[in-house]
């Protein structure tokens, strides 16, 4: 059992849709990150979510941490083929020892 | 190029056989993590150090590997007796330590390893 839950596992969409990517735990977690990968690269830190209710807004991305800090999701306004990729989410044991992820999500945009 | 570097990219072995991967982090980052991350799942925990201080191993890794990073500075992994169920992508993160906290990991581009 994963200590966080990514939800889709895969989403495939047409260029110009909106999506919402889930990150659920039943844990509280003292900040999120949420992660891109593209294949044969290493994750690139997109954002980092810290205070319950948090809105974070990255151009089309629009990342958000819930109130209780156990969950956040990310959502695409009018995705483009070059967001496509693998999103992963990501949160920190209260001593920063260890990070743990989700088993992430992976988006096709096609054109 | 400042970033988390990784040497090698690719490594092809045959099962039985020893490898090393090298990860030279931010210069400034102290702390430093390494992952395993096979084809389309998310990275999974390896170990941790703190300037030079091994301070958490997963206890999934088995004894044949083990990790160093004798200045504080570049880390090694090494991987003995190769076994196809090595074959992944390994990747090195490093984070600064400050009293803030947040937590945000630095990737380097990882080391994919095939085991034949």
């Known amino acids: 059992t994963q200590l966080l839950e990514q939800s889709p596992q895969f989403l495939s969409i047409q260029e110009g849709e909106n999506l919402t990517v889930y990150c659920n735990s039943s844990s509280v977690f003292s900040s999120l990150q949420w992660y891109r990968q593209e294949p044969g690269e290493g994750p690139v830190l997109l954002v980092t979510v810290v205070t319950g209710g948090e809105v974070k807004k990255l151009k089309r991305l629009t990342f958000q941490f819930g109130d209780a800090r156990k969950d956040s999701s990310l959502h695409i306004t009018a995705a483009q083929p070059g967001d496509t990729g693998l999103y992963l989410c990501?949160?920190?044991?209260?001593?920063?020892?260890?990070?743990?992820f989700g088993s992430g999500t992976k988006l096709n945009v096609k054109p | 190029d400042t970033g988390v570097s990784q040497d090698p990219r690719h490594k092809i072995t045959k099962r039985g056989q020893n490898v090393t991967f090298r990860c030279d982090p931010i210069s400034e980052h102290n702390r430093l993590y390494w992952y395993r991350q096979t084809l389309g799942q998310g990275p999974e925990f390896l170990t941790y150090f703190q300037n030079e201080a091994q301070l958490e191993k997963s206890r999934l890794l088995s004894d044949r590997f083990s990790a160093e990073r004798p200045k504080g500075s570049f880390s090694t992994l090494e991987i003995q007796r190769t076994e196809q169920g090595d074959s992944a992508m390994y990747l090195c993160a490093s984070s600064p330590y400050s009293g803030r906290n947040t937590g945000e990991l630095f990737f380097g581009e990882g080391s994919r390893l095939t085991v034949l």
């Open positions: 990501a949160g920190p044991r209260y001593n920063f020892n260890k990070f743990y």
